[in-house]
């Protein structure tokens, strides 16, 4: 079973939607003996870093988060739920994360190139640097879409 965190943050309930669309079993819940039991455990998120850092840690799902990542359970963070397993961010001041992934969440306004277009959204050549899971049906060269911001523009497009 999945465990989508609630800690107020998040489309919870489309996310519980689309796992019984592919049949996969999922709750969302704030109880920690729930999140315990989960196989897994998705940490969504939408808005502000530090009004969402806050909420974890309010409501007790930042402690319960960590000790469910020390245990070796697979954590999957969406959107501002990713940003969040970081160990800080940088938007709108300094703010602590969950420190599970060491780095951080940096504007790009500084290090960009004057006239690159932001977000970018588009197709593009998928060059893999580093194999991972995540990985496992896409090769070098496939053409994937983005929805992000870049930092840098693409070698090849597609």
């Avoid at 070796?72 to 001041?93: A, T, V």
Wanted: proline share 4%; with cysteine.
């Amino acid at each position: 079973m999945i465990a989508i965190i609630d800690y107020g943050v998040g489309n919870l309930f489309s996310l519980k939607s689309s796992f019984a669309a592919i049949g996969s079993e999922a709750v969302v819940t704030s109880d920690p003996d729930v999140i315990a039991e989960a196989d897994r455990l998705i940490l969504p998120g939408v808005g502000a870093f530090e009004d969402a850092a806050r909420k974890l840690r309010d409501t007790g799902m930042a402690d319960v988060v960590r000790r469910e990542a020390a245990s070796g359970k697979p954590i999957m963070g969406i959107c501002l739920g990713m940003q969040l397993l970081l160990d800080k961010s940088y938007e709108y001041g300094e703010h602590e994360g969950l420190g599970l992934i060491h780095g951080s969440v940096r504007p790009i306004s500084d290090v960009i190139d004057e006239g690159l277009k932001i977000p970018h959204i588009g197709w593009n050549r998928l060059i893999v640097k580093k194999q991972s899971p995540l990985f496992k049906y896409l090769n070098d060269g496939d053409c994937v879409y983005f929805v992000h911001r870049v930092q840098r523009r693409a070698d090849s497009l597609c």
